[in-house]
Antibody, heavy 122, light 111 residues
Framework: EVQVLESGGDLVQPGGSLRLSCAASGFTFSSYAMSWVRQAPGKGLEWVST????????SYADSVKGRFTISRENSKNTLYLQMNSLRVEDTAVYHC???????????????WGQGTLVTVSS | QSVLTQPPSVSGAPGQRVTISCTGS?????????VYWYQHLPGTAPKLLIYDNSNRPSGVPDRFSGSKSGTSASLAITGLQAEDEGDYYC???????????FGTGTKVTVL
């Protein structure tokens, strides 16, 4: 059974940093792209970032580009999101998701975690 | 700001049929990128309902169906059940943004 479990969410001040982790199991982790998707309070889902299976290619939403860094450690079946220069508007539940699909433009999120809450506030 | 537009809410009595629209543009759905649908029930992880416009993953009831035409897509739920209450999102790829985009979300209420 595919499982992804996020951790690392916390209360942080504006301008601060935080690193999220996502532990995966039940599939060959290195064979699949992984993503982070967030949901701000009372808002909808927003794609944040994706990393290819080998870790060599990454992509980011404009709202986080230059501040967030996605990475993975395939030997540990773990996905990360390093978040720097955090803003109040980054407050959200951050979900880790396994990707599926045949090409980058047809990838989709076929397994999700319940998420970890990041609160940015002074 | 979401680039895919959905109605904020739809409702129906148990057993009825409801549909949720997802309107995009020439850089996403209209560019022939596939559409996907997710169900997000309170307190749970989002769940994939429809992939590649109209296909259901194993385990998803055939009460859920998807379609796509032009710059829009839709999700239909037939035989509405109380357990279907929750939020539903469409998703596609956008070439202008070079990334994945979600719809604004639709809350389904079973009367």
């Amino acid at each position: 059974e595919v499982q992804v479990l996020e951790s690392g969410g916390d209360l942080v001040q504006p301008g601060g940093s935080l690193r999220l982790s996502c532990a995966a199991s039940g599939f060959t982790f290195s064979s699949y792209a992984m993503s982070w998707v967030r949901q701000a309070p009372g808002k909808g889902l927003e794609w944040v970032s994706t990393i290819h299976g080998g870790g060599g290619r990454t992509s980011y939403a404009d709202s986080v580009k230059g501040r967030f860094t996605i990475s993975r450690e395939n030997s540990k079946n773990t996905l990360y999101l390093q978040m720097n220069s955090l803003r109040v508007e980054d407050t959200a539940v951050y979900h880790c998701a396994k990707m599926a699909g045949s090409t980058v433009t047809s990838w989709f999120f076929n397994s999700w975690g319940q998420g970890t809450l990041v609160t940015v506030s002074s | 700001q979401s680039v895919l537009t959905q109605p904020p809410s739809v409702s129906g009595a148990p057993g009825q049929r409801v549909t949720i629209s997802c309107t995009g543009s020439s850089s996403n759905i209209g560019a022939d990128y596939n559409v996907y649908w997710y169900q997000h029930l309170p307190g749970t992880a989002p769940k994939l309902l429809i992939y590649d416009n109209s296909n259901r993953p194993s385990g998803v009831p055939d009460r859920f169906s998807g379609s796509k035409s032009g710059t829009s897509a839709s999700l239909a739920i037939t035989g509405l059940q109380a357990e279907d209450e929750g939020d539903y999102y469409c998703q596609s790829y956008d070439s202008s943004l070079s990334g994945y985009v979600f719809g604004t979300g639709t809350k389904v209420t079973v009367l």
